[in-house]
Each structure stands twice: as structure tokens, then as C-alpha cells.
């Protein structure tokens, strides 16, 4: 079955430091990884996106994933944090066994203290 | 195109009552899908649509949960005979092809009580 885990429920970082959220993730197939955001009281925006290609993607506010293959790992990163990242993220993976339908992690909360 | 729209934004509703909530998907989008949140979850799949056809309907969603996306254009939840079980965050996001993120709506925040 196709599947996300988050093992970490909350990362708590300093601003300006390095930030990075797990992602492991099973799944048959090439695996199509997706990494969301939700800020307090607005709905899930779309982060970024592991099609193919380049291990290293990069998307929205700064953030990007490291794909890796041989740990079946999709972790996201930022080089420096700020406050307003604080938010809920989830990471996903596409269901390649038919309808091709997200399936979404729990969730990781992330704080940023000044 | 201002994105993905729902309505109502919050319904409150007593067991055993019907409820109904609709989602207007970017125009150019050809899925349609709805996803249910519980605090602290992550988002659950129910159902979605590729144009008109509904393709995919969680085992997770009893009979008393249908779906419609008539013409391709926007789409209907209807929730019959609702238990204190179905209050959640309900979702709906559209996209272009498989391949691509989801654009989310703000969701319809339901409270069976």
C-alpha cells in the first residue's frame, strides 16, 4: 500500500537557523512526492513537487526536498528560518496502484522562535 | 480565476440531518477532489472526479456520503442522516493531470451536534 510518514509530530527551530522535516515514504512504482503547508486558519497550499529528475527540488518560500531513493526518504529543507514558516506540513505521495490520488502524511507542526 | 471555492464555510447541523456542501473548482482544472480533516490528521480521501466521472471512492465513505460533479464544472457532498462522526474539516482541491499539486480550497468546517 502507498503510504507517507512523518515521524516527527513537532520540529522546533530558532529563526535563522537550518530547518528540515521528515518525510519516508512506500510506495510502488516511481514514486510522484509532494510537500504541503497549511498556515493557521487558511487552507493547504501546494510546496513543492519530486517527479523525476534532479534529487534536489525546489519550491515556495524559500523551502525545497531532497529526494532519496535508497532511504525511500523526501525531507524538506529551508537554509534558514523564519518565523512565518511556523505552519502545519504534510508531505504526500501520488497512489500509483490506480486512480493516482494523493495520500497525505499526519502532519508535522513546525515552530520558529525569534 | 481566484482559486477554489467552498460553501458554506462552517455548518452546524443536529444528527440525522441532511447537509449538503459545494465546491467550485479552477475552471481549467479537470479533477476534482474531496479530502476530510480531522484535528491533528492529515488529509483523508473520500471521492474524486476526473471531468464528469466520478473514478475513486474511498472504502472509507459509507452510503450515506454521495458526490456529484454534473457537467464538469463544479461539485456537490451531500452527507445523509449525519452522525457526530462526520464533524471535520471537509476539502476540496482541483488540479490539472495527475502530475500536479493540488490547489485547496479554504474548506467547509461541519459540527453534527
Known amino acids: 500500500a502507498q503510504s507517507v510518514a512523518q515521524p516527527e509530530d513537532q520540529v522546533n527551530v530558532a529563526e535563522g537557523n537550518p530547518l528540515t522535516v521528515k518525510c519516508t515514504y512506500s510506495?510502488?512504482?516511481?514514486?510522484?512526492l509532494f510537500w504541503y503547508v497549511q498556515y493557521p486558519n487558511r487552507g493547504l497550499q501546494f510546496l513543492l513537487k519530486y517527479i523525476t529528475g534532479d534529487n534536489l527540488v525546489k519550491g515556495s518560500y524559500g523551502f525545497e526536498a531532497e529526494f532519496n531513493k535508497s532511504q525511500t526518504s523526501f525531507h524538506l529543507k529551508k537554509p534558514s528560518a523564519l518565523v512565518s514558516d511556523s505552519a502545519l506540513y504534510f508531505c504526500?505521495?501520488?497512489?500509483?496502484?490506480?486512480?493516482?490520488?494523493?495520500?497525505f502524511g499526519a502532519g508535522t507542526r513546525l515552530f520558529v522562535k525569534a | 480565476d481566484t482559486g477554489v471555492s467552498q460553501d458554506p464555510r462552517h455548518k452546524i447541523t443536529k444528527r440525522g440531518q441532511n447537509v449538503t456542501f459545494r465546491c467550485d473548482p479552477i475552471s481549467e482544472h479537470n479533477r476534482l477532489y474531496w479530502y476530510r480533516q480531522t484535528l491533528g490528521q492529515g488529509p483523508e480521501f473520500l471521492t474524486y472526479?476526473?471531468?464528469?466521472?466520478?473514478?475513486?471512492k474511498s472504502r472509507l465513505l459509507s452510503d450515506r456520503f454521495s458526490a456529484e460533479r454534473p457537467k464538469g464544472s463544479f461539485s456537490t457532498l451531500e452527507i445523509q442522516r449525519t452522525e457526530q462522526g462526520d464533524s471535520a474539516m471537509y476539502l476540496c482541491a482541483s488540479s490539472l493531470g495527475a502530475d500536479n499539486g493540488y490547489t485547496f480550497g479554504s474548506g467547509t468546517r461541519l459540527t453534527v451536534v
Open positions: 510506495v510502488s512504482g516511481n514514486p510522484y
Open positions: 472526479f476526473q471531468n464528469e466521472a466520478q473514478l475513486e
Open positions: 504526500a505521495v501520488r497512489d500509483n496502484t490506480g486512480g493516482f490520488k494523493t495520500i
